[in-house]
């Protein structure tokens, strides 16, 4: 028999959609927790991005009565496995069946975004109803069903298979709180005016669906024990800081893993040559693949360093494009970039290989082969976050002994050991003023470090790869997470019958 069931409810998951880390660790936990004798299962949403084409699909429900606070929406419910889980689809043609999740690809956000996840979060919870299966914890995601916790102990407070469930809320990135206008939003939700307060999901006269998700979630994680410190700060978290210091000890920071499956430079299948710490050689083949398939100077001796991410103003590729030219005309090294986001970004980052023919490539969009060749080909990693609630790339770069350059913020602090030049020890290159000067002298630390200490350099990559950054220590965290809301939630079942 499991040990419990845990349904996770989250509005992006690889393999099927992805647009950030959320995707990663949805797709990546109910895998580790399975390991963990935990029968955990996925909800997600039915978008038209989704192809199917390598998965078998079935039809659970034609139609699904999902009662919201205007009126019955209905739905359809389709099922796929993958790694031995179980992923549920909620089909809502309206909502979902729209170019891109929460935007259009011009990147305007819809305005029914609330409407929209306020659904998808309550099919969630029907799902676990019309099944006819006792869940023990409702694991919801941001702000997207962060209103699962509510509707919990609302809606469902004496529901036979729900009336004991327990929430948790990981917040992957407190920036965005799905905040929405009131007057067109509310009464759709059906949360009541009572719910409607400074503490819970009122945010100055607007909704605020993250906030009333913390509110009334048994526990509150995060990413990353740091990013944790950031954001109950006074004045951090956008906002959030008092509402998760109300949390006590039901709120935590669990560093995300990363998923040895896919990310192994011993087993990738997507890298031209397997390598580990105890031999490197195939990286150096890896590296001049990366060179040919980038165009670039094929040279085994010159430092090339890589990065792979979205263009937004977070990640801090403003940042780096401010300095690239100055690096190139004043460093030796090679660059290679993939991403995609920013239009201004997109376009300059996508012009530099005409001005630095052999020295720069460039790929505007996400391709998961190239990511992975730019993990295992490189010598550093280049992640110029403003703020970073854990990161992954980061993680990965040290798996494939690609020494991460990164500032010291949030997971980008807790995974990455600075280098010591009297000990010659670390993992990689930190800087703490977030800024373009101090981005600048860090890259040209690393690249100095690369070519007039190569013994230290391999030394910092081996170690950077014996380091256990897997799910197996993460999932367990999230299991004392689980088992402490189970705990909390008996308490204020029993407090509120009193």
């Excluded at 780096?320 to 005309?329: D, F, H, V």
Aim: net charge neutral.
């Amino acid at each position: 028999m499991p040990n419990m069931r845990v349904m996770i409810t989250a509005s992006e998951a690889t393999p099927f959609i992805k647009t950030g880390g959320l995707a990663d660790v949805v797709g990546a936990l109910p895998f580790y927790l399975k390991k963990e004798n935990v029968d955990a299962f996925v909800v997600l949403p039915k978008y038209r991005d989704i192809n199917f084409k390598d998965f078998y699909i079935e039809k659970v429900f034609d139609s699904m009565c999902v009662h919201m606070g205007l009126g019955e929406e209905w739905c359809g419910v389709f099922k796929t496995t993958y790694r031995g889980v179980d992923y549920y689809f909620i089909e809502h043609h309206h909502f979902f069946s729209r170019e891109g999740l929460y935007h259009d690809y011009n990147f305007n956000d819809y305005q029914d975004n609330a409407w929209r996840y306020g659904f998808f979060s309550r099919a969630s919870l029907q799902l676990c109803i019309d099944l006819g299966i006792k869940v023990d914890v409702i694991h919801a995601n941001d702000w997207q069903t962060a209103s699962a916790t509510a509707y919990l102990k609302t809606w469902h407070w004496y529901n036979k298979f729900l009336g004991k469930t327990a929430s948790v809320l990981t917040i992957h990135n407190s920036k965005y709180q799905g905040i929405y206008n009131f007057n067109t939003t509310y009464d759709y939700l059906g949360l009541g005016m009572n719910n409607f307060s400074s503490n819970t999901f009122e945010d100055s006269g607007r909704i605020n669906l993250l906030k009333g998700g913390i509110f009334f979630a048994d526990v509150v994680t995060t990413v990353s024990p740091t990013y944790a410190k950031e954001i109950s700060m006074p004045y951090g978290g956008y906002g959030m800081a008092p509402y998760l210091r109300n949390k006590t000890t039901s709120f935590t920071g669990i560093l995300n893993g990363i998923d040895t499956e896919e990310w192994n430079p011993e087993t990738d299948k997507l890298i031209p040559a397997n390598y580990s710490h105890k031999d490197l050689s195939g990286k150096k083949i890896c590296k001049r693949e990366l060179q040919k398939r980038f165009l670039l100077e094929e040279n085994d001796d010159i430092a090339i360093i890589g990065a792979v991410g979205r263009f937004v103003d977070q990640k801090g590729y403003h940042l780096l494009a401010s300095i690239i030219e100055p690096l190139m005309e004043n460093m030796k090294f090679q660059f290679v970039i993939l991403g995609t986001g920013d239009k201004s970004l997109e376009s300059f980052f996508g012009d530099l290989p005409k001005r630095y023919s052999t020295r720069i490539g460039s790929y505007i969009g996400y391709n998961n082969e190239l990511a992975h060749l730019i993990e295992a080909g490189c010598d550093m990693f280049v992640m110029p976050s403003i703020f970073e609630p854990c990161g992954l790339n980061q993680m990965y770069s040290l798996a494939y002994g690609t020494l991460p350059i990164v500032s010291a913020t949030g997971g980008l602090e807790d995974t990455v050991q600075n280098y010591n030049e009297e000990t010659k020890k670390g993992t990689g290159f930190k800087f703490y003023d977030i800024n373009a000067r101090s981005l600048y002298n860090t890259i040209g630390w690393g690249i100095s470090v690369y070519y007039d200490n190569k013994s230290a350099f391999q030394k910092m990559q081996i170690r950077a790869m014996k380091i256990d950054n897997s799910w197996e220590k993460s999932t367990k965290e999230y299991i004392k997470a689980y088992k402490l809301a189970i705990k909390n939630k008996k308490s204020y079942d029993k407090n509120c019958m009193r």
